[in-house]
């Protein structure tokens, strides 16, 4: 859920089946952003799968190309917002695949086909710079390039792969003048201070209930019911009741969090101990079952408390690297604070 290398084990990251870009991707020094010399083609409408094509004989510029294809009227993006999208992008001469949101990806959990897909989100900024490259393959140019664009807005992002991607280039597969196209659909936008928090009253817990002490700016304290087994089924309480908009599966939530064993209490992450507020989708399996469970049908303002069973959580299959046992019963405390 935070973009650091420790709680994205939370996510699941977008699997790209076209490794075009080498790890050490980065953006070229020559500068340059237009929507005049677009040579690529995109049909379709916002929302949905984009058509991309260009002329057998198109001249991409060696400079980065930025096209509005149609303008929405949502917020307008800016550096640290925390952004979520649609891409689809492609080589412009052989239409090798760079990447496709829109299309179910190897090795992530399924997706109810009736339920919202799963799209990106990520916050504007170098950490979040570094999370397109390695969950979309994204050059940094081009992730940047969405800086500027209001929501609801279909934008193209055009140019050679050394004005795009510079160093980076894989040269097995690329040349420097190859031609790439990327077009995005920006769904959300929303800015946060990173030590936002739930304000209001907490209830106390109800009965076979975790105690919660939440001192401001930092991870929650939460105490285990004394002789109380660890749930079997998703457990919840909302602990604070805001007045904001209720979430929706679909919706990319920003909050904040305190993850706890069941049996001992022990803490094993916290987005107070990673920078504060995170962001992630909410109802689409991109999180925990629980976290899905529990938190579609809140509302923005509320600190929600959440006892999950291992089945609900990580089972036997607990994130590499992590302080979590196999089969471990969890316990959560959510501070929604916005939408993306």
């Known amino acids: 859920m935070n973009h650091t290398k420790k709680t994205r084990r939370f996510a699941v990251a977008l699997a790209v089946p076209a490794l075009l870009l080498t790890a050490a991707a980065c953006g070229s020094d020559d500068g340059g952003s237009s929507d005049d010399k677009a040579v690529a083609k995109v049909s379709g409408k916002f929302g949905e799968k984009p058509e991309i094509s260009a002329p057998k004989d198109a001249k991409p510029s060696d400079k980065l190309v930025v096209k509005t294809i149609s303008k929405g009227d949502g917020p307008k993006v800016a550096k640290d917002d925390f952004v979520r999208f649609d891409f689809a992008?492609?080589?412009?001469?052989?239409?090798?695949?760079?990447?496709?949101?829109?299309?179910?990806?190897?090795?992530?959990?399924q997706q109810d086909s009736k339920g919202p897909r799963r799209q990106i989100l990520l916050q504007m900024n170098q950490q979040g710079a570094q999370q397109a490259q390695q969950q979309a393959a994204?050059?940094?140019?081009?992730?940047?390039?969405l800086v500027g664009q209001q929501a609801g807005s279909r934008v193209e992002v055009e140019g050679t792969a050394n004005a795009l991607v510079g160093k980076g280039i894989?040269?097995?597969?690329?040349?420097?003048?190859?031609?790439?196209?990327?077009?995005?659909?920006?769904?959300?936008?929303?800015?946060?201070?990173?030590?936002?928090?739930?304000?209001?009253?907490?209830?106390?817990?109800d009965d076979g209930m975790p105690e919660v002490k939440a001192?401001?700016?930092?991870?929650?304290?939460?105490?285990?019911?004394?002789?109380?087994?660890?749930?079997?089924?998703?457990?919840?309480?909302?602990?604070?009741?805001?007045k904001g908009a209720e979430v929706k599966?679909?919706?990319?939530?920003?909050?904040?969090?305190?993850?706890?064993?069941?049996?001992?209490?022990?803490?094993?992450?916290?987005?107070?101990?990673?920078?504060?507020a995170t962001a992630f989708q909410i109802g689409t399996g991109s999180v925990v079952q629980g976290w899905d469970k529990g938190l579609v049908g809140k509302h923005v303002g509320d600190r929600v408390l959440l006892a999950l069973?291992?089945?609900?959580?990580?089972?036997?299959?607990?994130?590499?690297?992590?302080?979590?046992?196999?089969g471990a019963s969890l316990v959560f405390v959510v501070d929604i604070l916005g939408k993306a």
Not at 138 to 145: G, R, Y
Not at 221 to 228: A, H, L, R, S, V
Not at 309 to 326: F, R
């Open 89 to 109: 992008g492609q080589t412009m001469k052989d239409k090798k695949s760079l990447g496709n949101s829109w299309e179910p990806q190897q090795g992530q959990p």
């Open 138 to 145: 994204l050059p940094p140019k081009v992730f940047d390039a």
């Open 170 to 205: 894989n040269k097995e597969v690329l040349k420097p003048e190859d031609g790439l196209v990327w077009v995005f659909d920006i769904a959300g936008a929303q800015k946060m201070d990173p030590k936002s928090e739930a304000k209001g009253d907490q209830a106390k817990p």
């Open 215 to 242: 001192e401001s700016q930092k991870a929650a304290t939460i105490t285990m019911p004394k002789g109380e087994k660890a749930p079997s089924e998703l457990k919840q309480q909302v602990l604070i009741k805001g």
């Open 249 to 276: 599966a679909g919706d990319g939530l920003i909050a904040q969090y305190t993850g706890v064993t069941w049996d001992g209490g022990k803490k094993f992450d916290s987005s107070w101990d990673h920078g504060g």
């Open 309 to 326: 069973p291992a089945k609900l959580a990580y089972g036997d299959n607990p994130p590499q690297g992590s302080d979590i046992p196999k």
